[in-house]
C-alpha cells in the first residue's frame, strides 16, 4: 500500500507592522529633519542640512539589521542576501532624492546657480 505523502508546512508570513516601520521610517526622517531644520530660516541651517545624508545613512544601516531579523522568518539563502542589499541600496536612494528634493523645496531663496 501506498502511505500518504507528509502534508507540506505552511509558509510562514512576515508582520506587517516592522516590516513597514524598517521601510517607512528612513524617508520620513528625511523629510522632516530637512523640514524643521527648514524652519529656522536662513544659510546656516542650509549648511547643517548637509549632515542628514551622514545621519539618515548610519539609521539605515541599524534598521537593515532590523529588516534582517524581520524577514529571515520567511526566507533563506540567497533571498536574504538580495533582499538585504536591495533594502539598503533602495533606502539610500530613496532618502537621498528625498532629501535634494526637500532641500529644493525648502530652501528656495538659496541661489543655487
Known amino acids: 500500500m501506498r502511505e500518504e505523502p507528509p502534508l507540506p508546512q505552511p509558509v510562514p508570513e512576515i508582520p506587517r ?9 528612513p524617508p ?3 523629510v522632516v ?7 529656522f530660516g536662513g544659510t546656516g541651517p542650509a549648511i547643517a542640512s548637509l549632515a542628514i545624508p551622514v545621519v539618515i545613512f548610519f539609521v539605515i544601516c541599524g534598521l537593515t539589521q532590523f529588516f534582517n531579523d524581520t524577514i529571515t522568518k ?6 536574504v542576501v538580495f533582499l538585504n542589499l536591495a533594502y539598503f541600496f533602495g ?3 530613496v532618502c537621498f532624492a528625498l532629501w535634494f528634493g526637500s532641500c529644493v523645496l525648502f530652501f528656495p531663496a538659496l541661489n543655487l546657480h
Open 28 to 30: 520620513a526622517l528625511t
Open 74 to 79: 520567511r526566507y533563506q539563502g540567497r533571498s
Open 91 to 93: 533606502q539610500i536612494i
Open 33 to 39: 529633519t530637512n523640514g524643521l531644520i527648514a524652519s
Open 17 to 25: 507592522g516592522p516590516l513597514w516601520y524598517c521601510l517607512a521610517i
